[in-house]
């Protein structure tokens, strides 16, 4: 399957750093062709076991993958609609189906290449709110070396601890 474009949006924004400064939302045929794709690939990949809450807890506490919110650390999930994709691995989703303490149409962020998963806002007007707050506090700059305009201070993945919700669950 040909993806509109390479993606679904054109950025230059480097890990999923923005939305603001894509250049065009691509047509719902280019998401529509996305989401085919993560629930193609999501069915080729799934292991029953990704499911369980023993395996998440063991995965965070290894550190094998990285969650930050409510979010399910699950791959190309059929209850994620996705909205924007970064570099190929990073995408952004509406989250129809968050963990518990989640709120539905919440706005996910995850990276495959770093298994990391996620909450960035409550709403989709929340991280366009968010993002500009952070333009208009200077947040960000441009990287003349990647010529990319990139958060002046990363996310540190590796400072990410257990969830709450995760934790207290059984």
Known sequence: MLLCNSSFLKCGVHEGDAILFCTSFQSFECLWQQYELDQDIGRSC????????????????????????AVKPLIYYPHWIPITCMNGDILRYID????????????????????????LANSFEELL????????????????EYEEVML????????????DWLARLA
Request: glycine fraction near 6%.
């Open 129 to 144: 709110s968010h993002d500009a707050q952070q333009l208009i506090a200077g947040d960000y700059q441009f990287n003349p």
């Open 152 to 163: 002046q201070t990363p996310k540190n993945i590796l400072e990410w601890e257990m969830p």
């Open 46 to 69: 799934q292991d029953p076991d990704f499911f369980s809450i023993s395996f998440w807890k063991s995965r965070v506490a290894s550190q094998v993958i990285f969650i930050k919110g």
């Open 96 to 119: 129809l189906d968050p963990a518990p303490t989640g709120t539905i149409g919440q706005m996910i962020e995850v990276c495959d290449e770093n298994c990391s998963y996620e909450v």
